[in-house]
């Protein structure tokens, strides 16, 4: 373990991770230490990942139509939340969490970003918590930091060689790196494939390296496949949290589902579901009753499916929030609906809520974080009394 400032330019760190198996990506694991017993996970889903999807709104009489090899009906393996939406089978491990009402999602929610749907300014936003696309580069988290009453005998950890931007600023973090290296998310191989397939040099040079590191995928633990990777990943989580650690933040990656959706969402809506049983697992009923978890992205998805049976980039999303002293069993947020003129731009969910909304709601639920302090220091601009619907959670 070390102790350092962190300092990471999101462009530079995605650019990097361009060049792919060459140059492998690092997924941080962050952590941050509170007095207190409140915990606050924060899980960035990065690719952007489909909300309508995960949580399908199949009461809604178009969705099927729109998503013809992509929406699930309930007499074919969704799981009936409300009578209106269901949740995506590979969540099924999910569903106890739900019916003990420590599980919720929040439908049409994103960042004030719009148009350009970039993951690099849109990650960028997400996790600054800025109004709009900046070269600043602190996080809301780490902002945060500088408000909540720390005592000396605890301190902030990340695992891996750099923390993401969402902890990065002059507050200092702990950094825990593992030796392992690894590759890329399947959605990530696809986009490069398709990125080099005109340019024979590139095409070759990305052939060349992923058949020389075919084992590479998403993680930080050596040895191991995906799914073991994010189980170990979470556990380790939940073994710091259980110390004197109550902040902590880390992404799963391999949302940017632009072809055969069915097949690449599962993937990772369990890579998801495992993370959040596993914390769970992990803490115990006592410290798991002072834990919320936030996962979130940086857009929604479009809501038609595209001609490869996937979905481009859109704007609504949907945030998960878990935990077990949080009034869950509910799908929150206001829902704009699918019909003609109901659509932004006439292709993506309606936001209704900004997913800072969330994010400052659980600041002051679990730390008294004052209103004044969140809308100055944190979220420049945010209107924190629109986040009072998501205190009740």
Not at 70 to 97: S, Y
Not at 252 to 267: E, L, M, R, Y
Not at 312 to 334: E, S, Y
């Amino acid at each position: 373990m070390m102790s350092k400032e962190l300092s990471l330019s999101r462009r530079g760190f995605l650019a990097t991770a361009c060049c792919l198996a060459a140059a492998p990506v690092f997924t941080p694991l962050t952590f941050a230490a509170m007095p207190g017993d409140n915990r606050l996970v924060t899980i960035v889903l990065r690719g952007a990942m489909d909300g309508l999807d995960l949580v399908q709104p199949y009461g809604e009489a178009s969705f099927a139509g729109l998503r013809p090899d992509i929406a699930i009906a309930p007499d074919k393996g969704l799981l009936d939340l409300d009578g209106f939406f269901g949740l995506h089978p590979a969540a099924a491990d999910l569903m106890p969490l739900w019916q003990a009402k420590e599980l919720a999602f929040i439908h049409a929610v994103s960042t004030p970003y719009r148009d350009a749907r970039s993951h690099f300014d849109g990650q960028d936003m997400l996790e600054s918590g800025g109004g709009h696309v900046s070269e600043e580069k602190t996080g809301w988290l780490n902002r945060a930091l500088d408000v909540i009453p720390r005592s000396t005998a605890r301190k902030a950890i990340d695992i891996n060689t750099s923390t993401e931007l969402i902890l990065s600023g002059p507050n200092i973090v702990d950094v825990w790196a593992s030796d392992s290296t690894f590759g890329a998310a399947a959605d990530e191989l696809q986009f490069l494939t398709r990125l080099y397939a005109n340019d024979p040099a590139f095409a070759k040079a990305m052939d060349e390296a992923v058949r020389a590191d075919k084992s590479a995928e998403m993680g930080t633990m050596p040895g191991a496949k995906r799914g073991e990777q994010i189980t170990d990943i979470a556990a380790l989580v939940g073994k710091m949290l259980l110390r004197e650690y109550r902040i902590a933040s880390f992404s799963i990656n391999g949302w940017d589902t632009h072809v055969q959706q069915a097949s690449q969402f599962k993937k990772a809506a369990g890579d998801l579901t495992q993370a959040v049983v596993t914390l769970k697992n992990t803490l115990g009923p006592d410290a798991w009753k002072t834990t919320v978890v936030l996962a979130m992205t940086e857009f929604g998805r479009t809501v038609r499916q595209n001609g490869s049976g996937g979905t481009d980039h859109g704007t609504g999303g949907c945030c998960l929030l878990a935990g077990g002293g949080i009034n869950g069993g509910k799908v929150l947020g206001k829902w704009p609906g699918l019909k003609d003129g109901q659509l932004l731009d006439d292709r993506d969910l309606m936001p209704t809520a900004d997913v800072r909304e969330v994010a400052a709601a659980m600041l002051s639920r679990q730390f008294d974080v004052r209103p004044d302090d969140l809308t100055a220091k944190i979220f420049p601009s945010l209107d924190f009394a629109k986040s009072s619907q998501f205190l009740r959670v």
